[in-house]
Each structure stands twice: as structure tokens, then as C-alpha cells.
């Protein structure tokens, strides 16, 4: 099965509820997660908002597991190195290598950051998992957010698509020709991949001009409002 | 109307892409531009509304020179609507509703109009209740849909498409070949390149056949069908039901030089011969 976040976004339980409601909720809770650095409150973030994301929004297990495991696995390494080679304090551990030690210092930093970010992924995922980024956008512009982040958010959104999809066919085209059979034939199909998708991104960005310019674009994105349904 | 007046172009100093191309399109027509990859039928649609600057020539629209200020280009650009061949690269906003507002918003046009312009141009298209969904989530032909609805918002009196049925299932063709011709009986001069020579003569009352940068015929469907040499340096074909009637002619039915372009006219010839023999 393929990840696509995007999709979830669109198609889950709280689509339709209230965008701002659901961005002052993750806005807020980060803050008090962030604030409190209270283990226990990491973890009853944790609890209750995987709840929240798996039985009410109805997000598969597997996706939001998909969807943790890669910041996780960020997370570990950071703390890991936080736990080793920082920190001043009491040694309560030696390792015998280079005189890499623990100290008392560096656990409590490891452990803590290791907390308050399993604290706030879940948020983070509520907001991502459940809400299409076009309403956020709206709302960010509601809040006066200057135009210009909106702008570039909103087509590096759009092109990041774009380029998965790209990715996705050349590298089935590679792998059918055995692009990716063996270690050094990887190294160099990526290497190709990367620079030819270097050189697609700037062919697209000029077809992508003609076709905004093509429409009247003036260098600013107007914003459009939906007519409300009742 | 439209008028190209001798347009050369040149993507760089080696490469002349226009060779000096002139064409005239009065309104209301439905015409097809055929010719074969790279014979420069993109970068002359590029020019039909001021995307491109030729390095000579001029175009008129409406019999007034195409200018290449800001305030013109906006002007030409709301009466000449382009229908890119790859909706990825046309449609960029995050829903279908937000795309389609694009252009009407671009003409400074009020909310509430660009609203009623949005309904409009998706009912139009079929693609009404679609509003809400982001675009990559929708079939190529969808996809194509949400594209022409695009331009359709800015109400354009001349509409160009760049290959528009490349890509789309047979079922696509034919909604599309049909939406455009409802569009053009209320109206709106259309212009399509292609190289799907079985579709154009159901729609194309003229045709223009561009080579390497130089037009090199202008004429009826009958017409341009019925010049062997000029379809060979083009790379085209006649339609399948004109080379089946050519064989019948090889079979010794004399055809009195008037082969059929599309199936209708096909199902007329064959009654025809029948009674005759």
C-alpha cells in the first residue's frame, strides 16, 4: 500500500470540520506540550490524540503508522546522540569508546526532547492527517499571513505532486530495465533520476508560467472565496 | 477573428522554430492545425496570446494588433483562452473551484460574478460537484475537463486547444469532441491542433497543415485529404474509412473522385455504391 497523505487528508471522518477549530486545537495543544515538558502530559497527548486520529477521524492504523515512522525514526537518532555526546553532569555510564559517556545531564535532555516530540507528532497529525492543506492555506490568509509564503507553499504544493508522480514512472522505468539490481547500478540510476529530474523542474516551472501568465497572472495569486452552502 | 502575419520565431540562434507562418481564422470557425511532432504547432499557439514574442510578424485579434504591454496582454489574453496539452502543467491550485476562479479572478472580476462564472464554466464541462476535490486526485479526462473549464470561466471569444484528445480514452474523445462543438455553435471560435486525422473532419471546417515551421496547405478536410504529397510531408494519413474506400477504388468501384472523410458520409457512399451495382 502507498502512503499518500494528501488522499487521507481528503478522505477521512473530520475533513469537514471546522479548519480553524482544528488548527487553534493543534496550535494550542502544541504550545501547552511544549510549555508543560511534563512526561506524563507527553504521553496523554500521545494516547488521546492517536485515539482521536485512528477511532474518530478513522485513519488506518497502517497510515498513521506509516505516517510516524519516519519523524520517529529521526527522533531516536537525535535523542540517541543527545544522550551520548551532549551534556555536562554526573557520568552515571561509560561506554569504554572514546570516552563517549552518559551523564545525568544528557539522559534528562534525551529523554525529555524524546517525549515532547512523540508528544507533538500526534498533533501535528491531526492536523496534517485530516485537513487538505487548501483550507489551511485559506486560513493561514485569513490571519493575514503575508501573501508571499502562502504563494510558494501553495505551488511547491502543488509541484510536489507533480514530481512524485514523475519520480514514481522513471523509477519503474529504471527498474524494468534493471536500474536497480545491483548496489553500484542503484548509486548510478539514482544519480540519473536526480539530475534529470533537475532538468524536468526547470522545463515544467516555464510551462507552468506560460500557462498561469496565459490566464492573465499578474505575480500575485488572488485568493478566491467559495460561495457558502447551506 | 483571428490573424497571424508572417510570424517567424527562433528558440535560439540554430534552431528557427516559425518560419514565417500566416493564417486568418474568422470567427465563429472551428478549424484544426495538423501537423507532426515539433512542426512548431505549440510555439504558434504560444503566440496567439502574447506567451511568445515573435522576432517578426505580427497578430491581430479582432483586427487589432496584439501589443505586449501588461494592460494589452490582459485584454488578449481574456479573448484568447489557450487549453494547454498536459492539464499538470495548466492546473496549479490546491481544489478544482479555486483553479477555475483563477482567470476570472485575474480580470479583476467581483466575487460574487467569479462565482457564478465558476458554476457556470463546471456545469459546462460536466465537472459540477467537483469543486471541493484537489486535482490530482481526478482522471486524465477529468482532469481535461476542470482545464477547459479554466478558460471557459474567462469567457474567451477564441479558444485554443494544444492537442487536446492526446491521452484520453476513446469515451473521453468523444464527450470532448462533442462539448467543443456545443461551444462552438454558441459562439466561440476554436482552434485545435492535432494529428488524430479520423477525428477532424467531424469537426473541422478548415484545415491547416503546418511542416517544420512553414504552413504548407490550407483547405476543406476534402481538400487537404485528397493531396497525397502534402499528407506525406506532414507525416499524416488520410482517416481509416477514406483508405478503405481508396481500396475499394483499387477493387475496380469507381469512387468518381469523391471519397468519404467520416463515417457518415462512409455509410452514404456504401448505400450509394450499393444500389448502383
Not at chain 1, 572514546?98 to 512523540?118: A, E, K, M, N, P
Not at chain 2, 506567451?51 to 505586449?68: A, H, M, N, S, T
Request: aromatic share 10%; proline share 4%; glycine share 6%.
Amino acid at each position: 500500500m502507498k502512503f499518500d497523505m494528501d488522499y487521507i487528508a481528503h478522505h477521512n471522518e473530520l475533513t469537514e470540520t471546522n479548519p480553524y477549530f482544528k488548527l487553534f486545537l493543534t496550535i494550542i495543544l502544541l504550545i501547552l506540550t511544549l510549555a508543560l515538558d511534563n512526561l506524563y502530559f507527553d504521553i496523554s497527548i500521545f494516547v488521546v490524540m492517536s485515539i482521536v486520529i485512528l477511532t474518530i477521524a478513522k485513519i488506518s492504523w497502517r497510515s498513521y503508522l506509516k505516517f510516524l515512522s519516519i519523524p520517529m525514526a529521526f527522533v531516536v537518532i537525535t535523542c540517541l546522540f543527545l544522550i551520548f555526546f551532549f551534556g555536562k553532569g554526573e557520568v552515571i555510564y561509560e561506554t569504554g569508546i572514546f570516552g563517549i559517556v552518559v551523564t545525568t545531564d544528557s539522559l534528562h535532555y534525551g529523554v525529555y526532547t524524546f517525549f515532547r516530540v512523540v508528544g507533538c507528532l500526534p498533533l501535528l497529525g491531526f492536523l496534517a492527517l485530516t485537513t487538505p492543506i487548501a483550507k489551511i492555506l485559506h486560513c493561514l490568509a485569513t490571519f493575514k499571513v503575508p501573501k508571499i509564503f502562502i504563494e510558494i507553499a501553495l505551488l511547491m504544493y502543488n509541484s510536489i505532486f507533480i514530481f512524485l508522480n514523475e519520480i514514481d514512472t522513471m523509477q519503474k522505468a529504471q527498474e524494468t530495465r534493471l536500474g536497480y539490481h545491483s548496489y553500484w547500478n542503484s548509486f548510478k540510476s539514482l544519480g540519473a533520476l536526480a539530475s534529470t529530474i533537475f532538468l524536468r523542474s526547470l522545463d515544467k516551472s516555464e510551462t507552468l508560467q506560460h500557462s498561469l501568465d496565459s490566464r492573465g497572472y499578474s505575480g500575485e495569486l488572488p485568493i478566491y472565496e467559495p460561495r457558502k452552502r447551506e | 477573428m483571428l490573424e497571424v502575419k508572417n510570424i517567424k520565431y527562433s528558440y535560439n540562434s540554430d534552431y528557427q522554430a516559425l518560419k514565417g507562418v500566416s493564417l486568418k481564422v474568422e470567427k465563429g470557425e472551428m478549424v484544426a492545425l495538423l501537423g507532426k511532432n515539433g512542426a512548431g504547432k505549440s510555439t504558434l499557439f504560444l503566440h496567439l496570446n502574447g506567451i511568445y514574442e515573435p522576432d517578426e510578424g505580427q497578430v491581430f485579434i479582432d483586427g487589432e494588433e496584439l501589443k505586449y504591454d501588461k494592460k494589452s496582454l490582459l485584454k488578449f489574453r481574456q479573448k484568447v483562452g489557450i487549453v494547454f496539452q498536459n492539464p499538470d502543467d495548466q492546473i496549479f491550485a490546491p481544489t478544482v473551484e479555486e483553479d477555475v476562479a483563477f482567470g476570472p479572478l485575474n480580470l479583476g472580476l467581483s466575487m460574487e460574478e467569479v462565482q457564478d462564472r465558476v458554476e457556470e464554466a463546471l456545469a459546462r464541462v460536466g465537472m459540477s460537484g467537483f469543486e471541493k476535490k484537489a486535482p490530482h486526485h481526478l482522471s486524465g479526462g477529468q482532469k481535461k475537463r476542470v482545464a477547459i473549464a479554466g478558460i471557459l470561466a474567462m469567457k474567451p471569444e477564441i479558444m485554443v486547444l494544444d492537442e487536446p484528445t492526446a491521452g484520453l480514452d476513446p469515451q473521453g474523445v468523444t464527450n470532448l469532441t462533442k462539448l467543443l462543438r456545443e461551444l462552438n455553435d454558441e459562439g466561440i471560435t476554436i482552434i485545435i491542433s492535432t494529428h488524430e486525422v479520423d477525428l477532424v473532419p467531424n469537426y473541422a471546417k478548415r484545415v491547416f497543415v503546418l511542416v517544420d515551421g512553414l504552413l504548407i496547405a490550407e483547405g476543406s478536410p476534402k481538400e487537404i485529404f485528397a493531396q497525397p504529397d502534402i499528407l506525406k510531408q506532414a507525416n499524416l494519413k488520410v482517416p481509416i474509412v477514406t483508405e478503405l474506400f481508396q481500396k475499394l477504388e483499387a477493387e475496380g468501384f469507381d469512387m468518381e473522385n469523391d471519397y468519404p472523410l467520416t463515417i457518415d458520409e462512409a455509410k452514404d457512399k456504401f448505400l450509394e455504391l450499393i444500389d448502383k451495382n
